[in-house]
Each structure stands twice: as C-alpha cells, then as structure tokens.
C-alpha cells in the first residue's frame, strides 16, 4: 500500500491569520469589535452612558444587540427614556396612549412597525404607528366593515342614519392611503387596535346596555380620539420643525461646498470668468441639481463637478452674448420701423397709410436682413433702411397682392369679368379671431382689399409654419418686435399670410356677399368697393319673421354680419382650431325676429322702399352717430402715430394741438376711425328698428 501523501501547509503570518478570523467572526453573526468594548464596560458606567443619550441614540443603541435591547426596553427602564425625552427637549409631549421608544420609532425611523419592512416614507401620525401598506390593510378595518361591525354590536353606536359617517369619523382615528380619495369612503382604513378595545369595552359593560352606558362609551371614545387629533397635529407641526432646520443645515453645507467649488474653478482655465457672472448667475449655479447631490457626499466626484459647471458658464456665456446681439438687433429694428414710417405716413395722416407694412413683414426679405444682420462692427442707422424701403415696399406691396388675388381667384372666377378682383365690392375678408375679444359672438370684422394688408391677425400664426429655429437669436428678436416686454408669454408674430382664412369660408362669404351686392340693385360681377360705399340703399332679410313691432333695416356690412353670424351654412368656422368656433345657437338675438327655416342654403334680402329711406336716414343719424367709447379708436391726423379713445384722444387734441373736440373734426378729416384698433361694433353701422307703421306700410312679410 502506498504511502498517504503529507497535506500541504501554506505558510501564513500572524495578521493575515487574525484577520480571518475577525472577518469570519463578523460573518457567522458575533459581536463585532466596537460591541464587545462596550459590552466589556461595567454595567453601572454602561448605564450612565445610556442615561445621556438622545431618544433617538437610545433607540438605535436598543437596536443593536439583545442585550441593550432587553436592557432598554424592559418596564423598569421607563425612568431612562422620560428622562432622556425630557432632557431632549425638542420632541413633541409623549402622551399616555403610546410609549416612548414606540413614540421615537415612529418619528425618526423608517421601518415598518409590524413587519421591519424598510422605506416606509410617512408615518400614520393618527395611529401613532408606522406601517407598510401591506400591514397598514392587515391591521385596520375598513368603512364598511366598521360599519357592519358596529351596527351589528348596537345600532345606538352610530346614532342617526344621517350622522353615521360624521359619528364613525369622530370615534375612531381615520387614514387615508397616498393613493386614495378623502371623497371615497373605500379608501377609508380605521386601526383594528383601536376599534378592537372599543368593542372590548362595551362588551364588559353590564347587560342590559342602558342608553346612558351607551352615550358614555361613545363620548369617551371621541374624546380619546380627539387627544390623538391632537398629538398628531402635534407630531405634525414638529416635522416640518425638523424639516425646517435639516433644509437650513443643507443649506450652510451646500454654500460651504459650493465656496470650495469656486476656490477650484479660479484654479482651472475658466477661472477669469468666474469673476464674470453676476450675483444671481452664481446663486443659480450653486442650485444646480450635482452641487446638491455632492454636498451631501463625502468624497464627491470632481471631475464630474468642474465639468457640469464649466457647462453651466459656457451656457451663460452664450447667453449673454445672445442677450447683446439681441439688444443690437432690436435697436436695428426700430431704425427700421422709422424707416418703413417716414416711406407711408405724411402729415396730414390719411386711413390708407395705416395700410403699410409691418417690421415682421420685411425683417425676412433677403436686402433687409442683410443689414440688419449684419455684424456688430458694422453701424446700421436710419439711412441704411431709407435708400431701400422704396423698393422693398412696392415689392412687398406686389406680394401681398398677389398673394390675396391667389387666394380669391377660384371663388370669384364666376364673377370677376375686366375688373381687378381685389377691387371687386364682393372681394371681402371676414376674420373672426382674436380681434373679437370683448364683442360677444354677434360681430365679425369684415375688410376689403388694402385694407387687409394691416390687419394685425394675419400676422399671427403657429410656430409650426416657420422654417427658422426658434433658438435663433435673429428670429426670436423678430418675432417677438412689437410685443409688450411685461408679459410673461411674448407675442410671436410672422410675416403676412392669408392663410389665417379657410378657403371655404372664403367661398361662402363671398356668396353671401355677392346676394347682398345683387339685392342692392348694383352688378356684382362689375361692382366695385366704391361703388358699394357710394351706394345709399338698405335692406330688409326676407328669411327672418319680421312682427309688426320689428322691422330692421341693414346697412351692406351690417347685412353681411346678419347673413354670416344668424344664417351660416354648414361650414367649419376659420379659427376653430384657434378656439373660435361659434355655434349659431349663441348667436341668436332676439330683437332680430324668429329665423325661418325655410331655405336654409340662400340667403333672402328686399331692398329698402324709397318712401322708407326718408325715416331710415333719420334714425341713422342718430344710431351711427360718432361714438366716443372704448370700442371707438381715433386716429389723429397731425400725428404720425397717436391713436385713442374718449377723453384720451379729447385731450390729447387740446393739449397737443390746441384744439376743442367737435364733431367737426371728424367731418373734416383732424379724426379718422382706426379701423384695425377699432371693434367691429365701431365698425359696422348697426341696424335700426323702423317705426311699426313704417313696417306695416312698405313690407309684405309675414
């Protein structure tokens, strides 16, 4: 037989084979080094030292193996923890319903109470308790179980039927689940310790139960449950206490980390613009979401750190730079607004100047932006705009144009003979977007050709119809030229685009205007906007019931109004996407007669008789009278720009001008009506209401 062979012994030292052992020690579940020195203590200075511990330390020292635990949480340590409760000083009164070292466990720690799950964010102040939501379903009863519980028990617990919940809610303390509803009463969870001794309680009363009994149990379980109301609140008010001073700590951590930051940046490349940033550039920096995270560490990666915040000054860097180039641009703009200004509007002003161009309708033409993109080391003055506006107006003009011919050529290939089509009486544009705000859904704005051009909503559109970026710095000063710098959202404006109308609401209108042209009396395949402004008649709508005490009498654009706001046909309105879609049930006016359903798709109109006109004439001079309010704007006509409303726009005539209000000076042209500043009720001669024996001797409705 062979001879065994002799085991290997691997040589070791006395340190590697302690090591070992300590390690293995630790694993197999032995007192580690720091227990055993204070297990090692003698008992009476172990218990002086429990005796200057917080709450908070006693609890985690009980914590640690069992025999501090049996040490501390025996009955007859009870002295120690009211003793280091009161020395604490900065906890909340321990009441007599929950011990201490519970108490202190569901103020600092994070385990569940029932089962140790760990992570258990908000405690159940109300039950005093800290559970998981699995033990919080375990140990409590439900609304309807309670319920049940109780009404079988004795119906004179809940009292009357209509003060049942009130009663429920007042006895016992009641959660509610992060995820529930205060409204539903399934998310409602009562603590079974807490129901259970109640139920304990009226079974030991003495039978038969006598209403007295009754009424003393139930008010004192309200009054017990009112004491725990109360410490809650209680517990409540000191963790947001707690709160408020764990926030200023990290606060003076976080400024202190962030100091030593700078200290590192000043000793990078970047630190010369360190010195550069502002107060508020450097307190947004220290906000930033790493130097947070990496005060609250103890070795916090640099690196990572002085990289975020060399991207943090890059970006403010560019910002600035962004700020002063657009500061430059806007200064440019305004040149050019001087520019387009001087090129339109001569003294006496006159309504078709205030037709012309907008800064968004030329900052995107290629000779424009040339200059006023041009670098900062290039100087742009008035002069620079002045030598090209000519040419840019006219060929903004011939766009424009052009652009509106495009847009109405299919609907007016019917109509239109040798006349330009932007000149034709039935060539109108009816806008019902922002414009109407304040004018209720009756009124619409209606425009003839150039009038169009200075309608400020088709210089509104979405951002989705740009090509530039809206990061850029040209675009965004562009956009947003012309709109008030205290808002908080800027308006964005773009260049002049008919778009803003639906085709089909181009079709219709049109329509509904070439019948109202046609009763008139005038060709509205050859009539012109002059024509149309020239002609003096009125019309009656044939499709409304006219009593014998309403008869209305239209003026042309307050007919077009009528027709498109009391008789639209099935179209989908031009703003509805915009939020203006307009159902003809909130367009009904009741002075306006009953519709007649009758031949929906036509509109029907009669021309006014002559022997009427006289009595028509008369009551318009009052009703169109020139009016003074808010919806009425003024341009002045020795001004180059000013424009406003009632008393405003009186004085301003006084003190600028030298001039007392009259009438007079609209006739003579010192005033003109703002067409685009105006509402449409400023606009659009009202209809007037005809005498009922006028009514009843010219028309033969029924």
Not at 95 to 114: G, K, Y
Not at 125 to 130: A, D, E, F, G
Not at 672 to 698: E, V
Request: hydrophobic fraction near 35%; glycine fraction near 4%; charged fraction near 30%.
């Amino acid at each position: 037989m062979p001879p065994r062979k002799k085991p290997r012994v691997t040589k070791t030292n006395k340190e590697s084979t302690e090591r070992a052992a300590l390690k293995s020690a630790q694993n197999s579940g032995g007192p580690s080094r720091r227990s055993r020195l204070l297990d090692d203590l003698p008992a009476d200075l172990q218990l002086e030292i429990i005796r200057h511990l917080h709450p908070r330390d006693l609890f985690n020292l009980a914590r640690t193996c069992k025999k501090f635990r049996a040490l501390t949480l025996q009955r007859s340590s009870e002295s120690i923890w009211k003793a280091a409760w009161i020395r604490a000083g900065d906890l909340p009164e321990c009441p007599a319903f929950v011990s201490e070292p519970a108490l202190i466990h569901v103020l600092t720690s994070s385990n569940c109470q029932e089962c140790g799950h760990h992570g258990v964010r908000k405690p159940i102040l109300s039950w005093s308790r800290r559970y998981c939501a699995k033990c919080v379903t375990k140990l409590s009863y439900g609304y309807t179980d309670l319920w049940n519980e109780l009404h079988e028990l004795d119906k004179r617990l809940l009292g009357e039927w209509k003060s049942h919940e009130d009663n429920i809610t007042s006895m016992f303390n009641i959660h509610i689940s992060s995820q529930g509803s205060a409204r539903r009463r399934d998310h409602w969870r009562f603590p079974r310790s807490q129901v259970d001794t109640f139920v304990a309680a009226y079974q030991a009363l003495s039978k038969p139960v006598t209403d007295e009994s009754c009424k003393q149990l139930v008010d004192g379980q309200k009054a017990d449950a009112a004491l725990r109301r109360q410490h809650a609140k209680r517990c409540l008010e000191w963790e947001e206490e707690q709160a408020k001073a764990m926030e200023a700590e990290m606060e003076m951590k976080r400024k202190e980390f962030f100091t030593a930051i700078l200290a590192r940046l000043k000793q990078t490349e970047k630190g010369s613009e360190v010195e550069s940033l502002s107060m508020g550039e450097l307190d947004e920096m220290s906000r930033l979401p790493i130097v947070l995270h990496a005060a609250k560490l103890k070795k916090p990666d640099w690196y990572k750190i002085l990289k975020a915040m060399h991207d943090f000054m890059e970006k403010k860097q560019r910002r600035r730079e962004d700020g002063e180039r657009e500061k430059l641009l806007k200064a440019r703009f305004e040149e050019l607004d001087n520019a387009i200004l001087v090129q339109y509007v001569r003294l006496p002003r006159k309504l078709h100047m205030e037709f012309r161009p907008q800064v968004i309708d030329l900052a995107f033409m290629k000779d424009i932006k040339a200059i006023v993109d041009a670098p900062a080391s290039e100087t742009v003055t008035f002069d620079s705009f002045k030598q090209v506006m000519p040419s840019i107006a006219a060929h903004w003009r011939r766009q424009c144009k052009e652009e509106l011919e495009n847009w109405l050529l299919p609907t007016l290939e019917n109509y239109c003979m040798s006349i330009e089509p932007l000149n034709l009486a039935i060539a109108v544009f009816v806008c019902e977007g922002d414009c109407l705000a304040g004018e209720g859904k009756d009124k619409v704005r209606i425009m003839h050709y150039p009038e169009v051009l200075g309608h400020k909503c088709l210089r509104k559109l979405p951002l989705c119809m740009w090509d530039e970026p809206p990061d850029d710095v040209y675009w965004r000063t562009a956009s947003h030229y012309g709109s008030n710098p205290e808002e908080i959202d800027l308006e964005t404006f773009a260049p002049f685009n008919v778009a803003h109308f639906a085709p089909k609401d181009v079709d219709v209108n049109v329509e509904k205007m070439a019948q109202i042209v046609s009763a008139l009396g005038l060709d509205s395949a050859r009539a012109t906007v002059q024509d149309l402004e020239a002609c003096d008649r009125r019309l009656r709508c044939k499709k409304c019931v006219v009593a014998p005490d309403k008869d209305h009498v239209y003026t042309w654009e307050a007919a077009l109004n009528h027709s498109i706001r009391r008789h639209p046909k099935q179209r989908k309105s031009a703003c509805d996407g915009l939020g203006f879609g307009l159902p003809v049930d909130f367009l009904w006016d009741e002075d306006e007669g009953s519709v007649d359903e009758s031949d929906e798709d036509e509109d029907a109109w009669e021309l006014v008789k002559d022997e009427d006109m006289a009595a028509v004439r008369e009551l318009e001079a009052t009703a169109h009278a020139p009016k003074m309010g808010v919806e009425s704007w003024w341009a002045c006509a020795r001004c180059p720009l000013f424009s406003d409303w009632g008393e405003d726009i009186k004085r301003h005539l006084l003190q600028k001008h030298n001039i007392e209000y009259s009438e007079e000076c609209i006739r003579d042209g010192t005033l003109f009506l703002h067409r685009d500043d105006s509402a449409p009720s400023a606009l659009i001669r009202a209809p007037i209401l005809l005498p009922s024996s006028n009514a009843a001797g010219s028309s033969s409705l029924t």
